[in-house]
């Protein structure tokens, strides 16, 4: 005999509660279904927070991501900006290593015997570094390779400065001979015949250029190129009007086809003294200054005697 439960439920007042049997099999799965559906909720109510949960952390992590990238990218970047701060920098040594070897040559001052050079050991790398990487390419060894130039490179720089502490004293050693010894250009302008064999521009034949020539627009001004005493002034045949400095120590200095002299015999000149006047006196093509250089009356290379 199936059994029933009884359930009571209040209508309104006392006297209309009403009484219902039902039967208890179907008030248990009844009671399941609800207990069921109510552990449903549960669970997909716990189920939506941690799905909420995990995508604002996968937001969160996306964006810490996203902004890691970056930084590594802009890191990339400083990289790569530095490693070409290096690369300028070896050429400004390098640069430093050649003004120095001209100076030596002008003062005629040697090599120490334990300088180390340029390149090789204690000189500056001589590999270059690549620094146009892109920014998704790792740097390990643009990174490697840069740590390594920087001590390479600050050795060569030390050296380099105790080069030039030796040259500092030996120039001081030789300041009057360095005053006495060109080292400027003559005069703005740009080279039309440079010193040595050359076709003449006249007969058309080869012959031996003893000079520099130097153009520019008649009347630009000519200085003295290095400290002296006028041991001539005025007009020669062929080179037309002729200014020659005596520096001493076997050194003369000498300026052709000047339009005009300001100079006279025997006066004393220093570096940056104008002395004449562009022209084209003589036989000449056009305005220029024929300027020589000469050590124990023999031409040289005026160009090895221009630092500027």
Same mark, same amino acid.
């Given at each position: 005999?199936? #059994?029933?439960?009884?359930?009571?439920?209040?209508?309104?007042?006392?006297?209309?509660?009403?009484?219902?049997?039902?039967?208890?099999?179907?008030?248990?799965?009844?009671?399941?279904?609800?207990?069921?559906?109510?552990?449903?909720?549960?669970?997909?109510?716990?189920?939506?927070?941690?799905?909420?949960?995990?995508?604002?952390?996968?937001?969160?992590?996306?964006?810490?991501?996203?902004?890691?990238?970056?930084?590594?990218?802009? %890191?990339?970047?400083?990289?790569?900006?530095?490693? #070409?701060?290096?690369?300028?920098?070896?050429?400004?040594?390098?640069?430093?290593?050649?003004?120095?070897?001209?100076?030596?040559?002008?003062?005629?001052? !040697?090599?120490?015997?334990?300088?180390? !050079?340029?390149? !090789?050991?204690? !000189?500056?790398?001589?590999?270059?570094?690549?620094?146009?990487?892109?920014?998704?390419? $790792?740097?390990?060894?643009?990174?490697?390779?840069?740590?390594?130039?920087?001590?390479?490179?600050?050795?060569?720089?030390?050296? %380099?400065?105790?080069?030039?502490?030796?040259?500092?004293?030996?120039?001081? $050693?030789?300041?009057?001979?360095?005053?006495?010894?060109?080292?400027?250009?003559?005069?703005?302008?740009?080279?039309?015949?440079?010193?040595?064999?050359?076709?003449?521009?006249?007969?058309?034949?080869?012959?031996?250029?003893?000079?520099?020539?130097?153009?520019?627009?008649?009347?630009?001004?000519?200085?003295?190129?290095?400290?002296?005493?006028?041991?001539?002034?005025?007009?020669?045949?062929?080179?037309?009007?002729?200014?020659?400095?005596?520096?001493?120590?076997?050194?003369?200095? $000498?300026?052709?086809?000047?339009?005009?002299?300001?100079?006279? @015999?025997? %006066?004393?000149?220093?570096?940056?003294?104008?002395?004449?006047?562009?022209?084209?006196?003589?036989?000449?093509?056009?305005?220029?200054?024929? @300027?020589?250089?000469?050590?124990?009356?023999?031409?040289?290379?005026?160009?090895?005697?221009?630092?500027?």
């Amino acid at each position: 005999m199936k #059994k029933n439960l009884k359930i009571w439920f209040y209508t309104g007042s006392s006297s209309n509660i009403k009484e219902i049997n039902v039967p208890q099999h179907i008030a248990y799965l009844s009671f399941s279904i609800i207990l069921l559906l109510f552990l449903s909720l549960i669970y997909i109510g716990f189920d939506y927070y941690t799905l909420k949960s995990n995508s604002l952390n996968n937001n969160c992590l996306s964006n810490q991501i996203t902004k890691q990238k970056n930084e590594i990218y802009s %890191q990339r970047e400083q990289i790569q900006n530095f490693a #070409k701060t290096i690369t300028e920098l070896k050429e400004q040594v390098k640069n430093l290593y050649i003004f120095e070897n001209r100076v030596r040559v002008i003062a005629d001052i !040697g090599k120490a015997e334990n300088s180390s !050079g340029l390149i !090789g050991v204690g !000189g500056i790398p001589n590999t270059e570094l690549d620094y146009n990487l892109e920014p998704d390419v $790792k740097h390990n060894n643009l990174i490697r390779e840069m740590h390594e130039q920087i001590q390479q490179t600050n050795i060569a720089v030390l050296n %380099q400065t105790q080069d030039f502490k030796e040259l500092i004293k030996a120039l001081r $050693k030789k300041k009057n001979i360095l005053a006495s010894t060109p080292s400027i250009k003559p005069v703005h302008g740009w080279i039309s015949s440079v010193f040595g064999y050359r076709v003449s521009p006249f007969t058309g034949l080869k012959e031996f250029h003893s000079g520099l020539d130097i153009a520019n627009k008649k009347g630009t001004k000519i200085i003295a190129t290095a400290n002296g005493r006028v041991s001539y002034a005025g007009k020669k045949l062929l080179i037309g009007n002729l200014v020659a400095i005596d520096h001493g120590h076997g050194i003369v200095t $000498k300026f052709g086809h000047l339009n005009k002299i300001l100079v006279k @015999y025997g %006066q004393k000149v220093k570096r940056g003294d104008v002395i004449g006047l562009m022209g084209n006196t003589g036989r000449s093509t056009g305005p220029h200054v024929h @300027y020589e250089v000469r050590i124990n009356g023999t031409p040289v290379n005026p160009a090895k005697y221009i630092l500027n």
